[in-house]
């Protein structure tokens, strides 16, 4: 025969339930604050991790006020973060770092020459140009000082036919250089295989008969100059020459 439970028996479990809820509360409540009275959400804070205290472009080379250091639970520490300011000062960003972002090691190169460059959708070419890619080296190149931005003139030298002797003459002036090695790397500073420069598509075609057909070296024009045009000058020829400087 079943046992009819009371009201008043229901009302004190009820009660009982509701105080051991309680208790069980508070219990997770002092459990789960740190020492300083904040909820802790992973453990103690006391993994460093490098962090940026502003965007830092791409190329820009870091300095200890760009940097902080911010401390992570274990659980919550960014992979490869560097723990130590010193190891990221004096790099170079090798991508756009956000503000509050963990620098991490793929960040950062040592050179400025490992930075990737920013992709574009295009070269800058101006209306009714092209761009073409001539090769240059270090004897050529003027030792590799040429940079993007740069302007340079071509001298070629060559022997037309049926003319007794070999010429030398500026045949091409104030070429825009944009662009040093190939692309999908960043921007050479050095020695490079290969120059792209702004011509006219007369100039690309001829151009390229030059460079199969003569001996060519590019000359690095003065910044100064940029907006000057170039004297006509009168080709070099073995007589020009033994005559300007008295060779006998």
């Known amino acids: 025969m079943a046992t009819e439970v009371k009201p008043k028996s229901n009302r004190i479990l009820l009660i009982f339930g509701v105080f051991l809820a309680i208790v069980a509360f508070g219990g997770a409540l002092l459990v789960g604050r740190t020492s300083g009275g904040a909820v802790s959400v992973g453990g ?14 791409a190329s820009t080379q870091i300095t200890a006020a760009m940097v902080d250091i911010q401390q992570f639970s274990a659980e919550q520490a960014p992979p490869y973060a560097f723990r130590a300011k010193d190891l990221v000062v004096g790099k170079f960003a090798a991508i756009p770092i956000h503000t509050g972002s963990a620098i991490i090691d793929y960040d950062v190169v040592s050179d400025v020459s490992g930075v ?16 073409v890619q001539i090769p240059t080296g270090e004897l050529v190149g003027v030792g590799g000082y040429i940079q993007p931005d740069d302007r340079i003139d071509v001298l070629v030298s060559y022997q037309p036919k049926g003319a007794p002797q070999a010429l030398t003459k500026t045949s091409f002036t104030n070429l825009h250089v944009i662009r040093v090695g190939p692309a999908g790397g960043a921007n050479t500073r050095g020695i490079s295989s290969s120059l792209t420069v702004i011509v006219t598509l007369k100039q690309a075609e001829d151009l390229k ?4 057909n003569t001996n060519y070296k590019f000359v690095l024009k003065s910044v100064k100059d940029y907006d000057v045009p170039d004297p006509d000058t009168s080709s070099t020829s073995m007589d020009s020459f033994t005559s300007t400087y008295r060779i006998r």
Not at 44 to 57: G, H
């Open 44 to 57: 103690s804070r006391n993994v460093p991790a490098v962090i940026a205290k502003q965007d830092i472009p």
């Open 116 to 131: 990737q460059p920013a992709k574009q959708a295009f070269l800058p070419i101006p209306a009714g140009m092209v761009a």
């Open 209 to 212: 008969w030059a460079l199969d």
